[in-house]
């Protein structure tokens, strides 16, 4: 294993075990940022992530959502808002929260860990930015 994947992997097991469940997305992004990644980036329905590293890039290939051929949803922001506030209330798991990004038409998104944003996208050009707080670990 190469020492940027033992980097992630260590500080996404670190992230798991001090994250809470009402706004844990914060948490995790300040020892991921702090771990020296800079972007990550999700592709759905793949939910395949790149880690944009100090010092180099790793791919995290996830279970995907769908397989086969599927039409992708129309992008639907007020779902998005609706699957976000889900999650950052600790209402749905990860893998839950990907499939209903994935059903309000996020084909993808970006997280900003230096920025401290995340911006989603719709295939057809369409996207939503929100800002996350700054933690102190």
């Known amino acids: 294993m190469s020492i ?22 914060p948490v995790l992004a300040e020892v991921l940022r702090q771990a020296g990644v800079i972007i990550n980036r999700w592709t759905l329905p793949s939910c395949q992530a790149v880690y944009q590293m100090q010092g180099g890039s790793v791919l995290q290939q996830g279970t995907p ?51 401290r944003k995340v911006i989603y996208y719709g295939v057809n050009g369409e996207n939503y930015t929100e800002e996350y707080p700054e933690v102190h670990l």
């Open 4 to 25: 940027l994947v033992t980097k992630l992997t260590e500080a996404q097991k670190y992230a798991m075990s001090i994250r809470p469940k009402v706004g844990g997305f």
């Open 65 to 115: 959502i769908v397989s086969g051929v599927h039409e992708i949803p129309v992008f639907q922001r007020e779902n998005l808002i609706k699957a976000l506030r889900k999650d950052q209330n600790g209402g749905s798991t990860f893998p839950e929260f990907l499939k209903e990004t994935w059903e309000a038409g996020v084909i993808g998104y970006d997280v900003d860990l230096i920025g």
